[in-house]
Structure formats: structure tokens, C-alpha cells
């Protein structure tokens, strides 16, 4: 039998955190997926009442840090703390580089970093869900030659997370 499910959208959980970077601050997100290949455009799904949401709307660009594991007290830093309070970057090891294509800073110690430039975005309840294109990317050399090898930080929810161990494949018939 099923039951209901009062928070409905941690079906969809583990997802990859992302660390988004507008202006010299950043935050902690999980609610970032592409939707486009040509051109590679994402959405960023961001609280209209963070501070990071101010910076993008201001600034219209934003990087995305993919960062390992060993991250993982930056990234909770990232989630927790309120820009408009703490010099995140201060608080952490994460070291700031400007980005290479637009006005903006990527995590020079994640994994790979996208940089996006803002097309559109849509209201949706207390977010606004950004679409973007990314205009460069680029990772540390061999880290996602085989993708089941890098070990991606996953969150559960919550102070919950977790990498992937071991790729799995369907059985064809």
C-alpha cells in the first residue's frame, strides 16, 4: 500500500550540489538540472530570498563549481551561512578565480566549473527557476573520464549526503 509523502519533492533526491557563484558569493544548490544540449542551457532553481538570487539579478551571469567530497564542510559553509552576513570565502578553503568568458568568479578547487550567462527565467512559488547557458566549461584534466570513478557529492536532504560507489547497467533482452 501506499501512503502519502509529506515532502513530496525528496522523491527525486539524491541530487548532484552544486556550489553557485554570483559575484564573490556563493551557495550550496541541489536543484540545478540541464535541459538543453544546443545550446547547452541549464536551470538553476534559486530562493527568491537568498542573496545569491539579488547578485544574479543584478549581474545576469553566474558559474557553477562541481565539488568532490572532500568539499563537504565547504559546501554545508555554502548552504548554511547567508551572504549578506559572512564572507563565505573567508570562512572557507574555497579559493575564487575570475572566470575566463564573463564577469564573474568560478571555485578554482571544484572539479569542473560552467560558466552562464542568464536567457530567461520563470517565478515558480517562493523560487525563480533561471534558464542559462552555459558559455564554458571545463573540468580538472581525467577527473570525468570515467564518471563512475569521480566521486560526486550527492545531497539526500538535510545534512544528508552521499557519492556513488559502482555503475549498474540494465539487463537487455
Not at 565539488?67 to 552576513?85: D, F, M, Y
Not at 560552467?114 to 517562493?126: D, M, P, S
Not at 555503475?167 to 537487455?172: A, C, L, Q, S, T
Amino acid at each position: 500500500m501506499k501512503v502519502q509523502v509529506e515532502n513530496a519533492y525528496r522523491l527525486l533526491h539524491p541530487r548532484p550540489v552544486v556550489l553557485i557563484c554570483a559575484e564573490r558569493n556563493f551557495m550550496a544548490c541541489s536543484w540545478i538540472t540541464p535541459v538543453s544540449d544546443e545550446p547547452f542551457t541549464i536551470a538553476a532553481s534559486i530562493w527568491k530570498g537568498n542573496y545569491t538570487y539579488e547578485l544574479i539579478e543584478r549581474s545576469g551571469v553566474f558559474t557553477v563549481n562541481i565539488p568532490q567530497p572532500e568539499l563537504l564542510n565547504e559546501v554545508w559553509i555554502a548552504g548554511t551561512k547567508s551572504g549578506r552576513k559572512v564572507d563565505k570565502a573567508k570562512l572557507t578553503n574555497l579559493k575564487l578565480e575570475k572566470a575566463r568568458k564573463i564577469d564573474c568568479y568560478i571555485i578554482a578547487n571544484c572539479l569542473a566549473n560552467l560558466e552562464c550567462i542568464v536567457k530567461n527565467k520563470v517565478e515558480v512559488g517562493e523560487n525563480v527557476v533561471y534558464l542559462a547557458e552555459v558559455v564554458d566549461a571545463y573540468a580538472n584534466e581525467g577527473s570525468f573520464d570515467k564518471i563512475w570513478k569521480t566521486k560526486i557529492l550527492l545531497h539526500l536532504g538535510g545534512r544528508d549526503f552521499v557519492t556513488f560507489s559502482e555503475p549498474i547497467k540494465p539487463k537487455i533482452r
